[in-house]
């Protein structure tokens, strides 16, 4: 399909009802980066600011209609993933890459929030295998440490263990391994991309704030994947997004109790 005036952006993800990650903060990314916003839903939660109460993925074969339906009637340059919320939907994810390959793909591999109530994850750790086939088919892949972790099974402590679990994934399969070091100690926030072109160091200084923010993952994943939308080079999007989300998280405000939420406007 060509043609449009304005190019889109999909997120398959979640649905955070507080607005402050999964799809909601993907599209706002999106529109910030330059690109339309789509979503496809794969995943119901019950949450607010104030935590995550419960997770339910939606059947995949409606997951499989919302997507095939965008993909046919919009211009889909780029798309990304975050919460799929089982192995069903993580391999249709697959398949959907597989259908689209001219379309880059950024993959969030959501496994656990990081502020979780009792009983509530993202994903099912049965669903690993198939998180590791959707990483291989990745344009670019945006782990935390902990999701590094899993999908690895290597301890990742320091710069020098993100850069090694960036290299881990290369060899995955992924083009290009983005491992996000906000968790880890040190007065900035460096975040490790690798890429055929070599590693590079990504670095930002961590911002303080009253408490802790929500959605910094999802929003980095969706604004470098509205960038890819827009035709920047990989590089050059994964480092204005950086910068990007830097700003927004020093502008996080509240909107209720529990977390702060991350504008873009």
């Known amino acids: 399909m060509t043609g449009a005036a304005r190019p889109c952006a999909l997120s398959v ?13 993907d599209v706002k990314a999106f529109h910030a980066a330059g690109a339309w916003g789509c979503a496809v839903a794969a995943v ?5 600011t104030a935590g995550l109460a419960s997770v339910d993925p939606i059947e995949t074969s409606l997951v499989r ?3 095939e339906r965008i993909f046919l009637h919009q211009d889909i340059r780029a798309w990304k993933t ?16 597989e259908e689209h390959p001219m379309a880059p793909l950024v993959v969030d591999p959501v496994i656990v929030a990081t502020r979780t109530d009792a009983g509530a994850r993202l994903l099912d750790d049965r669903a690993l295998e198939a998180m ?3 990483v291989a088919r990745s344009t670019l892949v945006t782990p935390n440490v902990d999701e590094a972790e ?7 402590t320091s710069v020098e263990d993100a850069r090694d679990a960036a290299l881990a994934l290369l060899a995955m399969g992924a083009r290009a391994a983005l491992v996000k070091g906000g968790h880890l100690r040190g007065p900035s926030a460096v975040d490790v991309l690798a890429s055929p072109s070599g590693v590079q160091l990504i670095e930002a200084p961590r911002v303080a704030l009253e408490g802790d923010f929500h959605g910094g993952g999802c929003t980095l994943s969706a604004l470098i994947t509205g960038r890819l939308a827009c035709g920047d080079e990989l590089e050059a999007a994964v480092r204005w997004s950086k910068e990007r989300l830097t700003r927004a998280i020093a502008g996080s405000v509240r909107v209720g109790d529990g977390l702060r939420v991350l504008p873009l406007d």
Do not use: E, Y
């Not at 993800?13 to 903060?25: R, T, V």
């Open 132 to 134: 590791r086939r959707l």
């Open 44 to 48: 119901l939660t019950v949450q607010s």
């Open 65 to 67: 209609a919302q997507a």
């Open 82 to 97: 975050g919460a799929l919320g089982s192995t069903d939907n993580v391999a249709l994810a697959v398949a959907l890459s």
């Open 150 to 156: 899993a999908l690895l099974g290597a301890r990742v």
């Open 13 to 25: 993800a979640g649905l955070d009802p507080s607005g402050g990650a999964g799809f909601l903060a």
